[in-house]
C-alpha cells in the first residue's frame, strides 16, 4: 500500500518561511514524479510545484516562482518544498502527490498525501 505522509506546515506571519516534508512508503518515486498541490476554501486544487526525474523537468506557478523551491531526498524518499516570502494569499491545505508521469492538473496525480494546513498571517 502507498502511502504519503505530509509535516510541517503551521500558522506564519506574512514574511516568514516554511518547509514541508513528504514522505513516501510503500514505493519510490526516485524515478518518477513528485508534485505539490494547495486548495483554499471554495477554490479548486491548484499545482504550486512538481519535478520529473523522467522527463528531467521542474515546473512552479508563476504565483510562487523564485520564492518556493521543492526537492528531493530519493534515499529517505522523502520530497520537500521550501516556501520562503511566505504571502497571506499562500493560505491554504497543501497537498503532496506522487506519480510516474505526473502534470500540472491533478487528475494526472494517482497517489496523495492528506494535506498540511498553511496559515500565513499579514
Known amino acids: 500500500q502507498v502511502q504519503l505522509v505530509e509535516s510541517g506546515g503551521g500558522l506564519v506571519q506574512a514574511g516568514g518561511s516554511l518547509r514541508l516534508s513528504c514522505a513516501a512508503s510503500?514505493?519510490?518515486?526516485?524515478?518518477?514524479?513528485v508534485g505539490w498541490f494547495r486548495q483554499a476554501p471554495g477554490k479548486e486544487r491548484e499545482c504550486v510545484a512538481t519535478?520529473?526525474?523522467?522527463?528531467?523537468?521542474?515546473y512552479y506557478a508563476d504565483s510562487v516562482k523564485g520564492r518556493f523551491t521543492i526537492s528531493r531526498d530519493n534515499a529517505k524518499n522523502t520530497f520537500y518544498l521550501q516556501m520562503n516570502s511566505l504571502k497571506p494569499e499562500d493560505t491554504a491545505t497543501y497537498y503532496c502527490?506522487?506519480?510516474?508521469?505526473?502534470?500540472?492538473?491533478?487528475?494526472?496525480?494517482?497517489?496523495w498525501g492528506q494535506g498540511t494546513q498553511v496559515t500565513v498571517s499579514s
Open positions: 502527490a506522487g506519480d510516474d508521469y505526473g502534470g500540472r492538473s491533478a487528475y494526472e496525480w494517482h497517489y
Open positions: 519535478n520529473s526525474w523522467r522527463l528531467s523537468y521542474t
Open positions: 510503500g514505493r519510490t518515486f526516485s524515478s518518477g514524479a
